[in-house]
């Protein structure tokens, strides 16, 4: 049996492979998939697809065997001169062992781990307490945004009237960026996520080859605003985000890679999941009745609306040694990625997984991650969509697609570029 690709991003513009991913959790739940070069971006080595749920689970609550620092968490090989440098993010690396254990392999580690500290740090300024008192915020920009969209006609394009500036303000408010700065988050964005979408064309070396939109020469001018801005909120304090990380006990190295993670993870997560949850509730009349009626609370349907469309389809690790996944012999230096959206579809884990069922649970779904890299914004993310659906049920009527969506060509962001929706 010919084992399905799920590595070209191209496929992922006509929706999740859903028939793709089935396969491989039936037959090949840890499946080789070769990585050519595709859109101008060169090949690489291969990589081992992880698609079953319970597999997905183990490899990211496992950083010892299946390590973020050792190759970093995207899929593309970094340039080896580039490493160090991403390796300053809290997402590239691994926390420290809960043990003493034999000591690794030359050349694996580099130096203790910060992850835990710099976790701990971060977690004291996205206090769920501070991120609640945007609630109010979040719903007044929700209404406003939805209401003129609905004024302007029977069908509009719910990414670019409401969803885009929803998820951009919120998390803007929230940093604390001046409302003059805040196009400048959206662009740094689209650089980083929509780097394999021809609509954002890549920025080429002196070599004619793409130049990673995470290398130190890319993110130079997000790092200049990051200090700019940390140096203000210490002369000018706020209740934000910001204000927390730059007066705390941050390096200033560790700062810039902060701005970067919540400015890119922070907007599109929001961004990628809001068009989702409503393209699922347009396509599905019943449930989007369901939910109007009252019938189901509004904080269960975010998580079945989340599991339908995570925001992020896939993330790396690199095995640290030789092991055993499904049977399958993964050897040290593998690249290893798990497959959020085949996972949040197992049939070991969800009766009817097709099926949207806005009032299911348990519900397990890996939309967020797991283990030591779970999403530290997954409550402001909740709070925002939880929010965003509220109001459209007095601000919206019924609602159903206008036309096809347009989605981002990524194997990376379950990202919707358009959204035409049509009112009833």
């Known amino acids: 049996m010919t084992v399905p690709d799920v590595f070209d991003p191209r496929i992922y513009a006509r929706g999740l492979p859903h028939e793709s991913f089935r396969m491989l959790r039936d037959h090949h739940p840890v499946a080789w998939q070769e990585e050519y070069e595709v859109l ?6 291969g990589f081992w697809a992880v698609t079953r749920h319970a597999d997905v689970v183990r490899v990211l609550k496992d950083p010892a065997a299946f390590s973020s620092h050792l190759g970093a968490t995207q899929i593309r090989d970094p340039d080896p001169a580039d490493l160090p440098f991403i390796r300053r993010m809290m997402l590239n690396q691994d926390p420290a062992p809960r043990a003493a254990a034999a000591p690794a392999a030359p050349g694996t580690r580099e130096g203790p781990s910060d992850h835990g500290r710099l976790r701990r740090l971060v977690s004291r300024a996205f206090t769920p307490r501070r991120v609640d008192r945007f609630a109010a915020t979040a719903r007044t920009r929700a209404r406003r945004l939805l209401t003129a969209a609905r004024d302007g006609g029977d069908t509009f394009d719910l990414v670019e009237a409401v969803t885009d500036d929803y998820a951009l303000l919120n998390l803007a408010d929230l940093l604390g960026v001046p409302e003059s700065d805040r196009s400048l988050l959206l662009e740094w964005t689209e650089r980083v996520i929509a780097y394999q979408d021809p609509d954002e064309p890549p920025v080429l070396g002196p070599d004619g080859a793409p130049v ?91 998580e079945e609306l989340l599991r339908n469309h995570p ?61 030591p890299h779970i999403c530290l914004g997954a409550h402001f993310a909740r709070l925002q969509l939880r929010v965003l659906h509220e109001e459209a049920l007095t601000a919206l009527p019924p609602y159903a697609p206008a036309a096809p969506p347009r989605r981002l060509v990524s194997n990376f962001i379950n990202g919707i570029k358009s959204l035409p929706l049509l009112l009833d």
Not at 40 to 45: L, Q, V
Not at 258 to 281: C, E, I, Y
């Open 40 to 45: 101008g971006w060169p090949a690489g080595p």
């Open 212 to 302: 990673n939109p995470r290398s130190p020469a890319m993110l130079r001018e997000m790092f200049d605003y990051a200090r700019q801005l940390a140096a203000c909120k210490r002369r000018c304090p706020a209740d934000d985000v910001m204000t927390s990380l730059a007066t705390g006990e941050l390096r200033e190295d560790e700062l810039e890679m902060f701005f970067f993670l919540l400015t890119v993870a922070g907007n599109d997560t929001v961004r990628s999941a809001a068009p989702g949850g409503f393209l699922a509730l347009a396509e599905n009349p019943a449930q989007q009745r369901r939910l109007r009626s009252g019938d189901v609370d509004p904080g269960t349907a975010v």
């Open 311 to 371: 925001p992020v389809l896939s993330f790396r690790r690199t095995a640290t040694r030789d092991t055993l996944i499904a049977g399958r012999t993964v050897r040290a230096g593998d690249k290893v990625v798990v497959f959020h959206a085949s996972a949040n579809h197992d049939e070991r884990v969800f009766d009817e997984p097709h099926r949207l069922d806005l009032s299911r649970t348990p519900n397990l779904h890996v939309s967020f991650g797991d283990g």
